[in-house]
């Protein structure tokens, strides 16, 4: 089974900080049966998000990650395939850098 996860690492870049988009991200990922993690960049405009799962369930969340939460803009997702090097624990909301 763990031969057929999918682990990305994806930056959001707009407005994507103040309005709740890591909280909903959580919520998404952990309904997709996601695991991984969420944090603000310092810069103010961007989040970071390590992520792995099912490939139907990593393209659903790359999917809202474009879209983001009601409040959000989102003006470009950078998403790049990783290396499953560590375990990733439940989806979960990291301090930022």
């Known amino acids: 089974m763990s031969e057929s996860l999918l682990r990305k690492r994806a930056v959001v870049r707009g407005r994507v900080q103040g309005v709740a988009f890591r909280y909903s991200a959580r919520e998404v990922a952990a ?3 996601l695991r991984g993690w969420i944090r603000n960049l310092p810069d103010g405009r ?3 998000t390590v992520f792995e799962g099912s490939p139907a369930a990593v393209e659903a ?3 809202w990650l474009r ?3 009601p409040r ?3 003006d470009a997702v950078e998403a790049e395939d990783l ?3 560590e375990e990733l624990g439940p ?3 990291r301090r930022t850098p």
């Open 83 to 85: 290396a499953r090097a």
């Open 67 to 69: 879209r983001g939460p």
């Open 72 to 74: 959000a803009r989102v």
């Open 91 to 93: 989806f979960e909301i």
């Open 46 to 48: 961007r989040v970071e």
């Open 61 to 63: 969340f790359l999917a």
């Open 31 to 33: 309904g997709l049966g």
